[in-house]
């Protein structure tokens, strides 16, 4: 399956929601929350989303400044997990953190996400750390880098 990635606009936020409610219904952002993400874009955010017959099926976020930049998330409808659309998705933010300057990317992924976890290993991420409790239900955060200049 190919998917066409655009940046995102404040008209696709019900289908982004509805991802997001499935992907993290303990922690999942709300619709204020990610439009005020849409708000910062281009200045420090770049939001794409992942299109496949024009239905979106994915999404992903990068925050950005001086030399650094996070990965704020990224997720896939559920019933298109396992094709490389995660994997399109970061590979755009990574180009998009090239381009604004950053020499390092970090993330938080959680311990109970070993799929994401393992994506992250095949993209060089390294373990750096654990963010104990992070997560509304208690759930640690592992935290990673990846270091662009390599």
């Known amino acids: 399956m190919t998917a066409v990635l655009r940046q995102m606009t404040f008209d696709d936020l019900p289908a982004v929601m509805k991802i997001e409610r499935e992907t993290f219904p303990r922690d999942a952002w709300s619709e204020g929350m990610l439009r005020a993400e849409l708000d910062d874009q281009p200045r420090t955010?770049?939001?794409?989303?992942?299109?496949?017959?024009?239905?979106?099926?994915?999404?992903?976020?990068?925050?950005?400044?001086?030399?650094?930049?996070?990965?704020?998330?990224?997720?896939?409808?559920?019933?298109?997990?396992?094709?490389?659309?995660?994997a399109a998705l970061l590979t755009e933010l990574l180009a998009e953190a090239v381009r604004r300057g950053a020499h390092s990317v970090f993330l938080e992924v959680r311990a109970d996400n070993p799929t994401a976890e393992a994506m992250y290993d095949r993209f060089g991420f390294e373990r750096i750390g654990l963010r104990r409790r992070y997560y509304e239900d208690g759930t640690d955060a592992i935290t990673m880098k990846k270091d662009l200049n390599a």
């Open 45 to 86: 955010r770049h939001y794409v989303v992942a299109l496949v017959d024009d239905e979106i099926i994915g999404y992903a976020g990068l925050f950005a400044a001086g030399d650094q930049a996070d990965v704020q998330t990224i997720a896939v409808a559920v019933d298109r997990r396992r094709a490389g659309i995660g």
